[in-house]
């Protein structure tokens, strides 16, 4: 039985999302989501890796946008081998890389994020549970139907060297917007209504 409470507060914040843009949208969808996670109804595949996701940064210049989210694996991402699972790696890599396109939406230009359209994932070495990681992801090329983005997942500590951590997967992810007026109001409505299926 969903949580009334989580209700109300998920309604309340999809009413204020739709009118943000920049990093303060995508700052206002994460809390969004983290308050969705509270549902006993949530099935967001990607639920189970928001609790240990953290935006660090943002740039929003064109044409090179690009973000950094900090991410540590817990048990609910690992394989047999107990290291990361590659379906966690490439669905991490698929929210973090299109989040960037949140920082240059407007209404009309993947406003609500798109859809995936290629996902290429290269795992590079294991990663062992409890590695602090940053995922780093940037646009290369936003267009008005497609956009092309790349990831970066590494080591957050150091290197050897004292440069960059030791990167243990890199992904290209393809995106193309659906959004037109019908998706642009049912997904707003969705926000709105907290995604109850009141539409």
């Known amino acids: 039985m969903p949580n009334d409470l989580s209700a109300k507060k998920i309604g309340a914040l999809g009413k204020g999302i739709v ?27 990607t639920t189970p890796l928001l609790p240990t996701l953290t935006l660090l940064s943002t740039s929003p210049s064109l044409p090179r946008p690009s973000l950094v989210f900090a991410f540590t694996p817990t048990a609910a991402h690992l394989n047999g081998l107990s290291n990361m699972h590659g379906g966690a790696m490439a669905t991490l890599f698929d929210f973090c890389t299109a989040a960037v396109l949140v920082l240059v939406t407007r209404p009309g230009r993947y406003h609500y994020w798109g859809v995936t359209r290629t996902l290429s994932t290269t795992y590079l070495r294991p990663v062992p549970v409890g590695t602090a990681l940053l995922v780093e992801c940037e646009a290369v090329a936003v267009g008005r139907q497609m956009s092309h983005l790349r990831g970066v997942l590494r080591g957050a500590a150091a290197g050897k060297d004292g440069g960059k951590g030791v990167v243990y997967a890199v992904c290209e992810h393809g995106m193309v917007n659906v959004n037109g007026a019908a998706v642009e109001a049912m997904e707003g409505q969705r926000l709105v209504e907290a995604g109850r299926g009141k539409l």
């Open 19 to 45: 009118s943000l843009s920049g990093e303060a949208r995508l700052r206002a969808l994460l809390r969004h989501m983290a308050v969705r996670m509270e549902q006993d109804d949530d099935k967001e595949w």
